[in-house]
Each structure stands twice: as structure tokens, then as C-alpha cells.
């Protein structure tokens, strides 16, 4: 026999809104949003994860495919002879790519700017992912797999398992 007393409906009422309101923080947490052709879950922060803007992408393309590109403030160049790729932001060169060893000489060009910084961190992300330039009480710095060093105008990260440069 079901017991269709008023306490008992309550209190299965709440019991069911309790239970409604738990699955729909959950689904609400877990959302899944497309960023820049990667999955990322707007309620976590993925220390890796880099929102790239689409100048960033096809300057990394044209990085990729040794190839030249132009767009707003930034320029891709490629020398055959050298088998390098250079990236230039306002016409100063802040990074060259050596596709025959994988090494990757960043550069400031004494501009310590959010731009400069996001250009490097999107080309980090393509040749050397998880590795990261960030800035800390005025003084920036480079991460890779829990190893952090000071920023210095013309390093050269070597293709490594770890933070090693020249």
C-alpha cells in the first residue's frame, strides 16, 4: 500500500528535487566547449591550454609547412638554405624555428608585451607543447614539465624531454 500522507509526498518531493538539482550542476559542470580546435571544459583550468587567436593558428600553419605568410603584425618567413622559419611581430624577430634539429631561439626584441608573449606561447604550443612564457612580478619566465627558468632575449630550447637551453 502507498502512503500518499502529505509529509511523505514532501519529503519525496524534496528528495526528488535534491536529486534533480545534483544532475543538473553535474551536466552543467561537465559541459564540453569547442576553443581553437581543442575540447576545453570552461569550469577547469588547464595549465597547458593557451586560448590561440586565428592570426596565431595560420602563423603556426605556415610555421608547420615551412611555408610564408603576412598577416596584420605578425610575418612568417622561410629560408631554404637554412631550413629555418622566422616569425616577426612588428618587424622585430622573435623567433626562428631550425626545422633540421628542432630548436627554437626566442626573442623579445626588448618588447615584453602580451602580444610578444602570446605569439611565443602559440608557437611553443605547436613546437614544443606544454612549454609556456609567463610573466610574474614584472620578470617572465619559461615552463616546461615542472621545470621554470628566467626569460633570456636569444634562448635557444633545444628538442628535449626537458627544459634545456642553449
Same mark, same amino acid.
Given at each position: ?18 536529486? @534533480?538539482?545534483?544532475?543538473l550542476?553535474q ?29 596565431? &593558428? +595560420? ?7 615551412? *611555408? ?20 616577426? !611581430?612588428?618587424?622585430? !624577430? ?5 626545422? @633540421?634539429? +628542432?630548436? !627554437? ?13 602570446? &605569439?611565443?606561447?602559440? !608557437? ?5 607543447? *606544454? ?8 620578470n617572465?619566465?619559461? @615552463?616546461?614539465?615542472?621545470?621554470? +627558468? ?17
Open positions: 500500500m502507498i502512503d500518499t500522507s502529505w509529509s511523505s509526498i514532501r519529503v519525496l518531493l524534496i528528495i526528488v528535487l535534491s536529486i @534533480s538539482w545534483v544532475i550542476i551536466i552543467d559542470t561537465t559541459e564540453w566547449v569547442s576553443k581553437g580546435g581543442r575540447w576545453n571544459c570552461p569550469y577547469s583550468v588547464d595549465k597547458h591550454f593557451h586560448y590561440m587567436r586565428k592570426l596565431e &593558428r +595560420q602563423m603556426n600553419f605556415a610555421v608547420s609547412n615551412k *611555408g610564408n605568410w603576412c598577416g596584420s603584425n605578425t610575418q612568417v618567413t622561410y629560408n631554404e638554405n637554412t631550413n629555418c622559419s622566422q616569425v616577426r !611581430l612588428h618587424g622585430h !624577430l622573435i623567433a626562428t624555428f631550425d626545422h @633540421s634539429n +628542432q630548436a !627554437l631561439k626566442l626573442d623579445s626584441c626588448g618588447y615584453e608585451t602580451v602580444t610578444t608573449k602570446s &605569439r611565443l606561447n602559440a !608557437l611553443l604550443e605547436e613546437v614544443k607543447y *606544454g612549454c609556456k612564457v609567463f610573466q610574474k612580478n614584472w617572465w619566465f619559461i @615552463s616546461y614539465q615542472g621545470q621554470t +627558468q628566467s626569460f633570456w632575449d636569444g634562448m635557444i630550447l633545444v628538442d628535449a624531454d626537458s627544459l634545456q637551453t642553449v
